[in-house]
């Protein structure tokens, strides 16, 4: 953190048709906390913050919490984004 400063690399804000008070970011790369913390540098609070999916993985069904195998196509992929080799 530089002072006030937040940055993050192409952040993607949507608002919902239905409802203005559910918005919808997607972040490529996000520091901890960074949606929170900049709403709350333009004064909004945060009732809820769901994270849907971490890179091609969606998260669907998850409970808080849980958790589950990745699949090998999951793994793949997953080594293919980050450039590190699978065993």
């Known amino acids: 953190n530089n002072g006030n400063l937040y940055t993050t690399k192409n952040i993607?804000?949507?608002?919902?048709?239905?409802?203005?008070?559910?918005?919808?970011?997607?972040?490529?790369?996000?520091?901890?906390?960074?949606?929170?913390?900049?709403?709350?540098?333009?004064?909004?609070?945060?009732?809820?913050?769901?994270?849907?999916?971490?890179?091609s993985l969606k998260l669907k069904d998850l409970a808080v919490g849980e958790y589950r195998p990745l699949t090998y196509t999951e793994i793949k992929e997953l080594s293919q984004t980050t450039g590190q080799k699978t065993h």
């Open 12 to 55: 993607k804000v949507r608002v919902d048709e239905k409802d203005p008070q559910i918005v919808f970011f997607t972040l490529h790369e996000g520091k901890n906390r960074i949606i929170r913390r900049i709403l709350k540098k333009l004064e909004y609070r945060v009732a809820k913050l769901v994270r849907i999916r971490v890179g």
